[in-house]
């Protein structure tokens, strides 16, 4: 049998990522076979499995398995043959809350404790994990770190390398400040950044956006009502490169957020705002003169005053490919129809779905190929 290169089967295995019987096959095959398929199986921890954090738990050093043991934490070993390999080392997308979730199952299922001792249980086995992580990762490439109850994240030896290439981080903006600190030290090239702003922002979150040179992608989510507005301040002035960011995203509960910040992403190539109250959208007065020369994807989720809109999108609307628009009067469908010729995807709501409007528009977006109407 003629062995294909390993590249040829790293990328026929990809197609396989979503299709785990034909993967878990692929295993049994030889080692080289077993070991591609492994970094695909070991590669995303939100996809884990108990048997996934036992096999994890098998592989920690001698000095961990030693706090362990010194904690009164015991857990049952499925096998008593050494690991084949370092399988900590597969995982490029490590999520920090789903570690300490899986491991509190795990605790909770095989021993009778207090929830106190669970708790603090958990969290000592959480570190020796994340330490393993630390240390034989050599590059990991996406991390989401929520502050889950009393999980802390340190940085261990190797975590320099560990997380020098990162290129996505998802984190909640109460994590302390040293973390960000910390991170801010290390990684300087995230690509995308997703941050949930809650009551707490901490001081260092400004730190670590400040010091990327390349982010596209930002997505900000509101989860609070009593969010300090000077701190909102702090990171919305801390972007040191707002002409590479591509990709905006907020969303949340607050309705009094101003959006002049957006202003200065210039660049943008897609817009999405979604919020739960209308009372937001009285701050997009800020926005309507802006001109985005770049901007092919925009998305308002939420009622938004017409008028507001029909300014916007004659600044900007030559550009646009894709529009989403949950409220649209007469005046809104005219302007999309004059100021917006080059769209390929529309997606509206009207009060009554017109035909005749329907069939306005496919005549002046010469290149539109499908519209929706709600």
């Given at each position: 049998?003629?062995?294909?290169?390993?590249?040829?089967?790293?990328?026929?295995?990809?197609?396989?990522?979503?299709?785990?019987?034909?993967l878990?096959?692929?295993?049994?095959?030889?080692?080289?076979w077993?070991?591609?398929?492994?970094?695909i199986?070991w590669?995303?921890?939100?996809?884990?499995?108990?048997?996934?954090?036992?096999?994890?738990?098998?592989c920690?050093?001698?000095?961990?398995?030693?706090?362990?043991?010194?904690?009164?934490?015991?857990?049952?070993?499925?096998?008593?043959?050494?690991?084949?390999?370092?399988?900590?080392?597969?995982?490029?997308?490590?999520?920090?809350?789903?570690?300490?979730?899986?491991?509190?199952?795990?605790?909770r299922n095989?021993?009778?404790?207090?929830?106190?001792?669970?708790?603090?249980n958990?969290?000592?086995?959480a570190?020796?994990?994340?330490?393993?992580?630390?240390?034989?990762?050599?590059?990991?490439?996406?991390?989401?770190?929520q502050?889950?109850?009393?999980?802390?994240?340190?940085?261990?030896?190797?975590?320099?390398?560990?997380?020098?290439?990162?290129?996505?981080?998802?984190?909640?903006?109460?994590?302390?400040?040293?973390?960000?600190?910390?991170?801010?030290?290390?990684?300087?090239?995230?690509?995308?950044?997703?941050?949930?702003?809650?009551?707490?922002?901490?001081k260092?979150?400004?730190?670590?956006?400040?010091?990327?040179?390349?982010?596209?992608?930002?997505g900000?989510?509101?989860?609070?009502?009593?969010?300090?507005?000077?701190?909102?301040?702090?990171?919305n002035?801390?972007?040191?490169?707002?002409?590479?960011?591509?990709?905006?995203?907020?969303?949340?509960?607050?309705?009094?957020?101003?959006?002049?910040?957006?202003?200065?992403?210039?660049?943008?190539?897609?817009?999405?705002?979604?919020?739960?109250?209308?009372?937001?959208?009285?701050?997009?007065?800020?926005?309507?003169?802006?001109?985005?020369?770049?901007?092919?994807?925009?998305?308002?989720?939420?009622?938004?005053?017409?008028?507001?809109l029909?300014t916007?999108?004659?600044?900007?609307?030559?550009?646009?490919?894709?529009?989403?628009v949950?409220?649209?009067?007469?005046?809104?469908?005219?302007?999309?129809?004059k100021?917006?010729?080059?769209?390929?995807k529309?997606?509206?709501?009207?009060?009554?779905?017109?035909?005749?409007?329907?069939?306005?528009?496919?005549?002046?977006?010469?290149y539109?190929?499908?519209?929706?109407?709600?």
């Amino acid at each position: 049998m003629v062995q294909l290169p390993v590249d040829c089967l790293n990328e026929i295995f990809e197609y396989l990522e979503d299709d785990i019987i034909t993967l878990h096959s692929c295993l049994l095959v030889n080692r080289l076979w077993c070991e591609v398929s492994l970094k695909i199986f070991w590669r995303n921890v939100e996809k884990y499995h108990d048997s996934n954090f036992h096999t994890l738990i098998a592989c920690l050093p001698n000095e961990s398995k030693e706090i362990l043991y010194k904690n009164g934490i015991i857990i049952s070993n499925p096998t008593s043959k050494p690991p084949m390999f370092n399988y900590a080392s597969f995982c490029k997308v490590l999520s920090i809350d789903q570690v300490h979730y899986k491991l509190e199952q795990i605790l909770r299922n095989q021993q009778s404790i207090l929830l106190q001792n669970l708790i603090n249980n958990t969290s000592i086995l959480a570190q020796e994990i994340l330490k393993l992580f630390m240390i034989q990762i050599s590059s990991l490439k996406e991390l989401d770190f929520q502050s889950y109850l009393n999980t802390t994240f340190d940085f261990y030896p190797g975590a320099k390398c560990c997380l020098k290439n990162l290129s996505k981080l998802s984190c909640s903006s109460n994590i302390s400040s040293e973390f960000f600190y910390q991170l801010s030290q290390i990684c300087h090239n995230i690509l995308s950044l997703n941050i949930s702003v809650v009551q707490v922002i901490s001081k260092g979150l400004s730190d670590l956006i400040s010091s990327q040179k390349n982010l596209k992608y930002l997505g900000i989510s509101y989860d609070g009502y009593d969010i300090d507005d000077e701190n909102l301040k702090d990171i919305n002035s801390s972007f040191t490169n707002p002409n590479n960011l591509s990709n905006l995203y907020l969303w949340g509960i607050r309705h009094n957020i101003s959006l002049s910040f957006i202003i200065k992403f210039i660049n943008l190539q897609e817009l999405r705002l979604s919020f739960e109250y209308d009372e937001f959208f009285k701050n997009f007065e800020e926005l309507q003169y802006a001109i985005f020369p770049k901007l092919q994807i925009l998305k308002i989720q939420s009622t938004c005053t017409c008028q507001l809109l029909t300014t916007f999108l004659e600044n900007n609307g030559k550009t646009l490919k894709e529009l989403y628009v949950l409220d649209c009067d007469n005046s809104l469908y005219l302007a999309i129809t004059k100021f917006c010729p080059n769209l390929k995807k529309l997606t509206i709501g009207f009060e009554n779905n017109n035909s005749e409007k329907v069939k306005l528009l496919y005549k002046s977006c010469q290149y539109l190929e499908s519209v929706e109407i709600w």
